[in-house]
């Protein structure tokens, strides 16, 4: 068993599924907006397409226009749904009938520049912390199952709760 934030999940993640390729494009939208859209993924070479487009802003106390989520109420709120998404997966997979599913998540961000030139800042979430609310046919017990199991499933809980390698490139045009 791997521990991740806590949790005992198997290294051994049985899935005959091919890994799906995704891709968001964001664009400027002047001040601090910005538009992204979602037109498709890939899964076994296979383009599967869609259309959607989410927007970011920041509220006024930030130099925004308030006009939509910011990118880290975002990033909660993706943690938020994939749960949502597994637990739901997980339970009707075990025979559980849910009643209520809720998850409220939280965290603090500390942006103030560092001190001096030596400290490095860290303008990321130190911690977040995720109540679930549920209510169904199920045990308390199969409850904590269904709980580890969601954790254990959620790409976006494994990918905030380890470290993932982002390569960045720059492109400047003249």
Not at 57 to 66: A, I, M, T, V, W
Not at 108 to 137: A, H, M, W
Not at 146 to 169: G, K, Q, Y
Request: proline share 7%.
């Amino acid at each position: 068993m791997r521990p991740m934030n806590g949790i005992p999940c198997s290294t051994a993640y049985e899935s005959d599924l091919a890994p799906i390729g995704f891709r968001v494009h964001s664009t400027w939208r002047g001040g601090v907006r910005s538009r992204s859209t979602v037109d498709s993924f890939t899964t076994d070479a296979h383009r599967v397409r869609r259309l959607f487009t989410i927007s970011a802003d920041e509220p006024f106390e930030r130099g925004g226009h308030n006009t939509a989520p910011n990118p880290q109420e975002l990033l909660i709120a993706a943690l938020n749904a994939c749960l949502v998404a597994r637990y739901a997966t997980a339970a009707a997979v075990n025979g559980i009938a849910l009643e209520r599913l809720d998850i409220e998540s939280t965290g603090e961000l500390d942006l103030r520049p560092p001190i001096t030139t030596d400290q490095i800042g860290s303008p990321g979430f130190e911690s977040l912390r995720c109540k679930v609310r549920v209510k169904g046919n199920a045990t308390p017990e199969r409850f904590r199952e269904l709980h580890e199991t969601a954790m254990c499933e959620s790409p976006n809980f494994f990918n905030l709760s380890l470290p993932v390698r982002i390569d960045t490139t720059l492109e400047v045009e003249g």
